[in-house]
């Protein structure tokens, strides 16, 4: 199916070269196979071929809000896989050109903001950015509760409330967590 939904995307594309739609939608195929990834370099391979196809669509618009969403999301994920294996300096930079993106795509498009801010929550959850984590995850509760991922962003507000010493806050999310 992604192999299919990639060759009707890239033909899509060769119909006019300044229609980033469908490479927007290539670089979500691309990010979407990590899923199915079997080994770590197949996983890293995944999301290398989402941030090419997000760069080349924002080559052709770089306010294109979704590449920069896809890319965020492809490089903070590297950035979990690889990121041992890099020096401190490029760990780094890989990590924030990440958060870069990610937030510049909410600023662009607001609709894209709980999905965004549900990533950013992770990330800032990883970085023991806490007060940062609470305040992503409860932005993309708030805007979008029925978001796919409202069990990770439930979660992660139990898990940063409790961190923070908000044992009440902690206790409301991990009781909204259970009735969900």
């Keep these: 199916a992604f192999d299919l939904a ?3 995307l890239s033909a899509a594309e060769a119909l006019d070269d300044a229609w980033m739609a469908p490479v927007v939608l290539r670089a979500r195929v691309a990010y979407e196979r990590f899923g199915l ?14 941030e090419a ?5 924002l080559a052709g618009d770089p306010a294109q809000a979704e590449a920069l969403e896809v890319r965020g999301t492809a490089r903070y994920r590297r950035w979990l896989l690889i990121e041992r294996d890099l020096d401190e300096a490029a ?3 890989l990590l924030q050109s990440a958060k870069d993106d990610l937030e510049r795509a909410k600023t662009l498009d607001r609709a894209l903001a709980p999905s965004v801010n549900s990533v950013l929550s992770h990330l ?12 992503a995850a409860r ?4 805007e979008d509760s029925f ?8 979660w992660r507000l139990y898990l940063a409330s409790y961190d923070l010493g908000q044992y009440q806050e902690a206790r409301r999310w ?7």
């Design 53 to 57: 196809l997000a760069d080349r669509a």
């Design 147 to 154: 978001l796919a991922a409202a069990d990770g962003i439930l």
């Design 6 to 8: 990639d060759r009707e």
């Design 124 to 135: 800032y959850y990883q970085v023991e950015d806490w007060q940062e984590a609470v305040l």
């Design 139 to 142: 932005q993309a509760y708030e």
């Design 91 to 93: 760990r780094n930079a």
């Design 37 to 50: 990834a079997a080994t770590m370099d197949d996983a890293v391979g995944t999301l290398t071929a989402a």
């Design 174 to 180: 991990c009781l909204e967590g259970e009735r969900r």
